[in-house]
């Protein structure tokens, strides 16, 4: 019975060990990819996509503005012609103007 004992506990080290060196090689494979994908040649080109991308923003921003302001003339032309075409109508019922019907 001991001896059983002594074996499975052989077994249970040895699986412990085992696991400990297997995770140890692992984390060191992972640590070297990520010195192989932060070289300065990818690192470069992280960079230069992102200035294009913050020129691209600033782009977007500028044509958002260039956008609202075309929408704001848009409104006020269209207050502006309302407007107009209310106010004849307006003075023509004040001189008391009938139109034939």
């Known amino acids: 019975m001991d001896k059983a004992i002594f ?3 052989l077994v249970f080290i040895s699986l412990i060990v085992g696991m400990g060196c297997l995770t140890g090689i692992i984390v060191t ?14 690192m470069g080109v992280l960079r230069d996509i ?8 600033g782009s977007v921003d ?7 302001r075309i929408s704001e003339a848009q409104r006020f032309t269209t207050r502006l012609l309302a407007e107009r075409a209310t ?3 307006l003075a023509d019922k004040a001189k008391g103007v009938v139109t034939p019907h």
């Open 87 to 89: 106010t004849p109508a």
């Open 7 to 9: 074996e499975d506990a």
């Open 29 to 42: 494979m992972l640590k070297r990819r990520a010195k192989q994908v932060a070289s300065p040649e990818t």
């Open 62 to 68: 500028t044509v958002a503005v260039e956008i609202e």
């Open 50 to 57: 992102s200035d294009r991308l913050q020129r691209l923003e």
